[in-house]
Every structure is written in C-alpha cells, then in structure tokens.
C-alpha cells in the first residue's frame, strides 16, 4: 500500500524541508557574494582562498560530506521507487536488497535531510541575531548581485513549491530532497557564475564611471596627485601625508580600501572639488599593469613606493613581478614629477639599481634610517606610547619629532610624507609641528584595555609579512609575557613558506605564547619558533574562540601584552579586548 498510492502525510515534511532549505540557502548566498567582494571580484584571489586550510574546508567540511552522501541517498531512493513501480527488474532486485524496508528508510531519510537543513537554518536565525551572519557590504554592484541570485532562487523555489499542490509520493518527495541538496551543494557555483555573467554589465559600469573621472580630472589642471604604491604602508603614509598637507592645501584622499580603478575614480567624481588643491591616492595592485592604469586615470606628479614583498605573489606569480608592478608609479611620472622611495625597503634597494633609468621624474628623494641619502631619521627613541626621532634632509635642513604614536615601524610612513610635504614647500620644522598633534588611532595599532587587565594590540585591519615582523618588534617594549594570537597569511604563492618560517622565528625570539588560528603554514611557524628557543608547547594551533579566550584568561595577567594580528575571527577581538571591569 505504501507504494501504490500518494503519501499525504509527506506534504508537512516537504513544506519542513522546502523552509528549512530557503533560510540556509540566503545565508550561502550572503557568503560567497561576501567572499567574491572581498577577494574584490578578482577571480585569482578568489580561486587562492581554496589554497588555503580554511578554504579547503569549506568543501571537506563533515556537513558538506554529509549532504554529498544525502544526495546519493536520496536519488537511489527516487530510482527505487521508480523501479518498484515499474517493476524494473535488475534495479529492483538490487535496490530491494540495500533497502529492504521502505518504510524505515524513508523516515530515516527524512529526519537526516530535515536535521541538516534545520540544523543550518537555525545557525542562520542566530548568526542574524549575533551579528555575525557573513554578507557583502552593500554597493550598487553587490546590491545587483544579491537581487539577481535571490531572484533566481525564489523563482526555483516557487518552481518545486507548485509540487505540493496535489498530493505528495514517496518518489516526489524523495525527488524534492535531491534537487534541494543538489541546489546545495552547488550553489558556490551558482553564486560564481552570476558573478562571472555579471561581470561584462560591471565592466560596462566601470568603464563609464572611469570614463567620467578621467573627463573631470582633465578639467581639474591645477589639481596635484600623490599616488602612493607598495606592499605594505601604503594607508598610513597616505593618511599621515593628508593630515600634514591639510594644514597649508585644500586636500583630498582615497577612502579606507579605495584603491582600485574603480575606488579612485570615485573619489575623484565624489571628494575631489574644484577648489581642492592636492589630492592624496592609494593604489593598490594584485598584477601588472594596475598600477599604470589607474595612474593614467589619475595622473600623479609625485610618486610614493612606501616598500615591497612577498604580499600577493600568489596572484603576482613571481617576485619580479611583484617589483616591476610596484615600481609602475614611478615609471609613469614625467620629468616634472618627483619620484619618492623608502629606502629602509630590502627589495626597493635592490631594485633600483636596475630600475633608475626608467624613472623619469625630474627628482628623486630616498628615506631611511640606516643610510643617509635625501631625507633620513636618527637620534631614534622608541616608547611603549611614544616616538621620537629627529629628520634631516640632504641640505642640511632638521627638525625633532615628538609623536605619539606606538613602534618603529611607523617612522617610515612618516619619512614618506615628510618628503613629499617638503618637495611641495613646507619646512622641516612646521611639520613636525604638525605631527605632534596626530592621534594614536591614525597609525594601523590600536592599543586597548584587555582581559585581566592586560594591553591588547589590535593589528586587525590588514597583514603582510614586514608588518607582521614589525609588530612583533614593537612587542619587546612591554614589560610583562608577550603573546600573539594570529592566522596565517594568505596569497603569497610559493614564498609562503620561507615567509611564516621567518615569522617563526620572530615570535620564538619574541613571545611567550603564539596561537595560530589557521592551519595553513602552521609547520613553518612552529619550526621556526622552535628554533629560536620557544618550547614547541607554547605556540598552539587553536580555531575556535572560546578556547582561545580560555587560554589567554588563563596566561596572561596584569602588565602582560597581547598582539591581535592579521584578520582574526570577530568574536576573539571582541572577547579579548573586552575591560577587566565588564
């Protein structure tokens, strides 16, 4: 009986499933579309995630395993169905064989595809309500992108709801669980392919919008460009440059992540005015030829190559790559353009020599600390809250800088802004002036009020392999235990290795206690942590938050530091920076 005739009580259970299905399927959604945005659509970047642990695991997940085996499952049973009632023999006899029971295994069926599908639902209902749901942020772009694939889901759900209409069989039911699952599991390639489809109407959109900046730059004539290109510091000298500059012109900047083609040229339609004297560009790359387009979009008089490594060699390919893309800012100055370098740069040093004779810019300014070439600091003093340093140019000209701003690492940012703020006609000393009044907060640290009293060093906003080596550095300045809780870092092709064995090192030099939250290059870090001197049971490969918090509670005291680096998880951040008193 139960084969011959419609199963109505399976109507519940497939409006259960087709719910359940629906809720997690707005959460992926929301997901890849926040992955693609942040890999900013650059399909390089985006296939490099699935090189590392955490992406790997999105496929090799238990969950994601089980609903690959669901959907097995529920196409015998739909075959299964279809051979009884048809009466196909060789099928039948086999299928009769691995499920002599019907009944049962259509409830155990039906309870393990619901529970998955309610189990992610529910995790989607309290990710919303925690805030911690994972979604794009909203432009016009990924606005377009999340209508368009939400539009194409409900129309497939509508398409499978007209099927509980009538009455529901075993056989529909069992069908309806393995669309659903297979709309599951491939709905990472759904999501991509709308982003790929989409991307000719985004090019036509950003072609007209590029279209337009270059029309309005080339009537703002009186308009200065500073472009600023590197792998690291890159924002902080663009930051600490527009602060000095503020002072004397009428400046505008590119915003936080505003970088791009498409990033400046809206910044030049939306902040730059027609009163607005200089205007301060961060450009950022991931292969050739970017930097020179968006300088042509652009089009700086100086050029600032705040330094280079190994940051994104993954989508660069190589490490000459890396320097020739970085040095395109100031292959395109003309001769009445001012090339400015930090010379502090392994790799800029280096570079040079072979790259000199492509500069063309009528004066070239080097910075540094170790060598006295066209602008240097010495007299170098380094406090937990405080910096000071006295600059000297070539000329002879000099001036003491009293900042308040935490680690050495941000004396070569502000070497960078010096220069160019000099080069367009402001004195030594008016600017340290200046920088005297810059907060804390305008550097890429934060320090905050921790647990248990400690200091929490929150390094969160980006990483690269000199920045992470730098703050480290700047730990040494604590009195108490030093701790690092950090993932590793992404994108760096093949030198990923020789890069986390030297930030191994570092933290075994270093800290007292290290949790790696990812599992990528953990082997490298730990050996070389090892080798210099940490005991192998202080540095932890730790993912899930609590434990973490539970660790750090129990480590760290009083005068002890922690440094937050990289983009660790946000409820990590939000547990350890918590105060004492809350």
């Known amino acids: 009986m139960l084969l011959s005739y419609p199963i109505n009580y399976l109507t519940p259970l497939y409006l259960f499933l087709y719910f359940f299905w629906l809720v997690r399927e707005n959460r992926a959604i929301l997901f890849w579309l926040y992955l693609w945005q942040l890999k900013e659509y650059h399909i390089g970047r985006f296939l490099a995630h699935f090189s590392t642990g955490k992406g790997r695991r999105i496929f090799l997940s238990p969950l994601f395993l089980l609903k690959l085996a669901l959907l097995f499952a529920s196409f015998l049973l739909y075959l299964y169905f279809q051979s009884r009632v048809q009466s196909v023999g060789l099928f039948s006899l086999a299928a009769q064989v691995l499920i002599p029971n019907l009944s049962i295994t259509l409830y155990a069926f039906s309870f393990v595809v619901l529970s998955a599908f309610a189990g992610e639902a529910a995790y989607s209902v309290y990710a919303f309500f925690r805030r911690t749901l994972l979604h794009p942020v909203i432009t016009k772009k990924?606005?377009?992108?999340?209508?368009?694939?939400?539009?194409?889901?409900?129309?497939?759900?509508?398409?499978?709801?007209?099927?509980?209409?009538?009455?529901?069989?075993?056989?529909?039911?069992?069908?309806?669980?393995?669309?659903?699952?297979?709309?599951?599991?491939?709905?990472?390639?759904?999501?991509?392919l709308v982003v790929l489809l989409f991307q000719p109407f985004a090019v036509l959109g950003r072609n007209r919008l590029i279209a337009l900046a270059r029309k309005r730059r080339e009537s703002l004539d009186k308009l200065l460009v500073i472009g600023i290109v590197g792998s690291y510091g890159k924002s902080s000298t663009k930051e600490f440059l527009a602060r000095i500059l503020s002072e004397k012109f009428k400046v505008a900047k590119t915003k936080a992540n505003q970088n791009s083609e498409v990033g400046v040229s809206l910044a030049i339609l939306n902040d730059v005015r027609p009163e607005t004297e200089i205007f301060v560009c961060e450009i950022g790359a991931y292969d050739e030829g970017r930097v020179r387009y968006v300088s042509d979009i652009a089009k700086p008089k100086i050029g600032i190559l705040t330094g280079i490594d190994e940051q994104h060699m993954a989508t660069f390919g190589s490490q000459k790559n890396i320097i020739d893309a970085k040095y395109e800012i100031l292959e395109v100055l003309t001769e009445a353009g001012i090339a400015i370098l930090n010379w502090e740069s392994r790799l800029v040093r280096e570079s040079y020599v072979e790259k000199r004779e492509v500069v063309k810019a009528k004066k070239t300014a080097l910075c540094g600390m170790v060598e006295k070439k066209d602008y240097w600091a010495e007299n170098i003093k380094i406090e937990i809250d405080r910096l000071s340093f006295t600059v000297v140019a070539r000329d002879g000209d000099s001036a003491d800088f009293n900042l308040r701003l935490p680690g050495r690492h941000n004396i070569e940012p502000i070497l960078l802004a010096v220069a160019a703020a000099r080069e367009l006609g402001m004195t030594l000393q008016d600017i340290a002036n200046i920088c005297q009044k810059f907060e804390p907060s305008i550097g890429g640290m934060k320090k905050k009020p921790g647990v248990n009293g400690i200091t929490v060093i929150d390094s969160t906003y980006s990483s690269n392999p000199d920045g992470v080596i730098a703050h480290l550095d700047y730990l040494k300045l604590f009195p108490g235990k030093k701790a690092v809780v950090m993932p590793c870092l992404i994108e760096l092709g093949k030198a990923s290795k020789e890069v986390h064995r030297r930030i191994g090192e570092a933290i075994g030099r270093i800290c007292n206690l290290a949790i790696i939250t990812t599992s990528d290059n953990f082997k490298e870090i730990n050996a070389g942590a090892v080798n210099a001197g940490m005991r192998a049971d202080s540095i932890l490969l730790l993912e899930n938050p609590a434990l973490i918090e539970e660790i750090i509670k129990k480590s760290l005291f009083g005068h002890d530091v922690l440094l937050l680096e990289g983009r660790s998880p946000k409820p990590i951040i939000a547990q350890l920076t918590k105060k004492a008193s809350d």
């Open 142 to 192: 990924s606005g377009a992108l999340i209508a368009i694939t939400h539009l194409f889901v409900f129309a497939f759900a509508l398409a499978l709801f007209e099927n509980i209409l009538g009455e529901l069989s075993f056989g529909e039911y069992a069908l309806a669980a393995f669309v659903l699952l297979l709309a599951d599991v491939l709905t990472p390639l759904f999501v991509s």
